[in-house]
């Protein structure tokens, strides 16, 4: 288990880093076109979408595991901590449940748009609406992480440290 | 059917789960209980994130990120402290100049209040400056941060209503000057009345050495405003140019950044957008089910009903924001609240720029109120002041924000002068 979230730990990590320097990449081209190049290519703001859309889907879980999800503590806050606990716990297993059927909806949709392509790229629709099933499907593993973690360690605050810097590559 | 996705959502809230979440869970139980189709869902949030707009969110991020790595944050604070320093609670005017100065380069209230406080408040409370008020200035301070450019909330709003990022960011400027100014002066009417600590005056050349060390942090707004001013760029080729530049300066200006840092900072910032990105697909989702079940018609039906005047109109929004920006999460109530609120507004002749500025800022204020206020935990947890003791100290600071509101609200020159005469 450990192994496994070490290994998507580092999918995530390098595939959200690549896609944000692209998106920078694609955006500043288009910049330099308009102002250096006789032409703007038509695929650039196509193409920001997509790297962005995949940064997105490959961060999402990991922001899970850095709790940067931003809740309301304020009436939680004066419960006893078991209840606290048991709390947090049920609310993140409601969430595995919930981001889990959105992963199986995602799925259908990327079925339903095979054949249609993008209009600049020409590249197929179901790569750009994977996105949102990865990021669905990362949600619901990194919830049902922090489910275990938990149950686990008795806490709700994830002590864990995420990929350092450079670690992944 | 409505009233259900209301109490499963302030239920979700109640139980703490992130309100991202509690979003697309409670439309999730209407969605289910209704029989619509649940591929709705990941259907809404593609089509709530796929514009080339809202990019400009994870360029501000970044670029707000690699200046504060890249050794920005105490310039900033050098700078500001060698101009101001020498005035009576020169700390606390220092502490709202550097926010000001910060928020031209950061789009967002937290982001101001972690890297300035982290700094500032420690050194006001060794000063002799109260930890309350330390804390206070800081927190009221950082709410600039959505108001100034560039500002996410701005973006958003712009993103879910179709009107001009670039318009509602150029409009924001004043607004924030007049925030910053007036929060600068009650720091400093306290600060005089409580005898605070006042430095020796710089020699000359010391400001201007300090000035060249802020000076790159100035600029980059500059860049930032006077490339979207001049339409020049789009507000996502501004955020990337600004990116390039905080990458330029900090290997080649301040030499704080290395090139082994580049992944890391991307990574938090990927993470940070990713954060703010769900949020906005699930509260596009939740926005999808208001519209459907025509809220926003009933809405503005009830509110003509209730008056037609539109200053009457202004003042009910005003409350009714407040109320839900101590409660509510900026970008959630913006997604959800901004198409239900504006449709009556044009329908009564108020600009369109001057009420997304007025929403903004009302919502703002609820950063720094509990018992949500990000920007208020954030400072109380620095200064380590309980938070009932830093919302009294923050009163005569929130003070100053309704005022501001209120000019905002009634005087429609105080936001729409600028866009006049920039976008001709």
Redesign the interface.
């Known amino acids: 288990m450990k192994l496994l979230f070490r290994v998507l730990d580092q999918w995530m990590?390098i595939g959200?880093?690549l896609?944000?320097?692209l998106?920078?990449g694609v955006?500043?081209l288009?910049?330099f076109a308009r102002v250096a190049l006789p032409q703007v290519p038509a695929w650039t703001?196509e193409a920001?979408?997509f790297f962005?859309?995949w940064?997105?889907g490959?961060?999402?879980g990991?922001?899970v595991r850095?709790q940067?999800?931003?809740?309301?503590?304020?009436?939680?806050i004066h419960l006893p901590n078991k209840l606290?606990l048991v709390?947090?716990i049920v609310?993140d297993a409601?969430?595995v449940v919930?981001t889990g059927?959105?992963a199986y909806?995602?799925t259908?949709?990327v079925i339903?748009v095979e054949g249609q392509t993008s209009a600049a790229l020409i590249w197929p629709m179901w790569v750009?609406?994977a996105?949102?099933?990865l990021?669905?499907f990362m949600?619901a593993l990194y919830l049902a992480r922090s489910v275990a973690r938990m149950l686990h360690t008795g806490s709700i605050k994830n002590e864990e440290q995420g990929?350092?810097?450079?670690e992944a590559? | 059917m409505v009233f259900v996705l209301f109490a499963v959502f302030l239920g979700?809230?109640?139980?703490?789960?992130?309100?991202?979440?509690s979003l697309?869970?409670s439309s999730?139980v209407y969605i289910a209980a209704s029989d619509i189709p649940?591929?709705i869902?990941?259907?809404r949030?593609?089509s709530g994130?796929?514009?080339?707009v809202?990019?400009c969110v994870?360029?501000f991020i970044?670029a707000g990120n690699l200046m504060n790595i890249g050794g920005i944050t105490e310039r900033i604070i050098k700078f500001c402290l060698a101009l101001v320093g020498h005035i009576r609670g020169g700390l606390a005017l220092a502490n709202v100049g550097a926010s000001m100065v910060f928020a031209g380069i950061s789009g967002t209230a937290v982001s101001d209040a972690v890297s300035i406080g982290t700094i500032m408040i420690p050194a006001m409370v060794k000063r002799g400056y109260g930890k309350e008020f330390s804390g206070a200035v800081t927190a009221s301070a950082s709410t600039m941060g959505p108001i100034i450019p560039p500002s996410l909330p701005m973006v958003i709003a712009g993103t879910v209503t179709g009107l001009s990022v670039s318009r509602l960011l150029v409009a924001g400027i004043i607004p924030g000057l007049l925030l910053g100014f007036g929060i600068g002066a009650v720091a400093f009417f306290i600060s005089a009345k409580r005898s605070y600590p006042r430095d020796e005056q710089m020699p000359i050349k010391e400001v201007v050495k300090s000035f060249f060390g802020a000076f790159w942090a100035i600029l980059m707004t500059l860049i930032i405003l006077g490339g979207i001013m001049g339409g020049i760029?789009t507000p996502?080729?501004a955020s990337?140019?600004a990116?390039?530049y905080a990458i330029i300066i900090g290997f080649f200006v301040y030499k704080e950044l290395k090139p082994?840092?580049l992944?890391?900072?991307?990574?938090e910032?990927?993470?940070?957008?990713?954060?703010l990105?769900?949020?906005v697909?699930f509260a596009n989702v939740f926005a999808w089910i208001l519209t459907s079940e025509e809220i926003p018609l009933m809405v503005t039906q009830a509110m003509l009903s209730l008056s037609r005047n539109p200053m009457v109109y202004i003042l009910l929004v005003n409350v009714l924001l407040i109320l839900v920006g101590m409660?509510m999460?900026t970008i959630a109530a913006l997604m959800i609240l901004m198409p239900i609120l504006l449709k009556p507004a044009i329908e009564l002749g108020i600009d369109p720029i001057q009420f997304a500025i007025m929403c903004v800022l009302n919502l703002v204020i609820g950063l720094t109120t509990?018992?949500?206020g990000?920007c208020l935990f954030v400072a109380s947890s620095i200064a380590k002041v309980s938070i009932g003791r830093l919302t009294w100290a923050l009163l005569p600071f929130i003070g100053v924000s309704i005022a501001v509101l209120l000019l905002v609200s009634y005087v429609p020159q105080v936001t729409l002068w600028l866009p006049s005469l920039v976008f001709k």
């Open positions: 990590w959200s880093v896609s944000m320097f998106l920078v955006v500043l288009q910049v703001e920001s979408r962005f859309m940064a997105v490959f961060a999402a990991p922001a850095e940067a999800y931003v809740d309301v503590d304020s009436f939680t606290q709390l947090a609310m409601v969430l919930f059927i959105m909806e995602s259908k949709l339903a750009f609406y996105s949102i099933w990021q669905t949600l990929i350092k810097g450079g590559l | 979700c809230i109640i139980l703490r789960m992130p309100i991202a979440f697309g869970f999730f649940l591929s869902i990941p259907e949030m593609f994130v796929d514009s080339f809202i990019l994870p360029g970044l760029f996502t080729e990337m140019v990116v390039f082994s840092m992944p890391k900072i991307f990574f910032s990927a993470v940070t957008t990713a954060s990105m769900v949020l697909g409660f999460e509990p018992p949500v990000v």
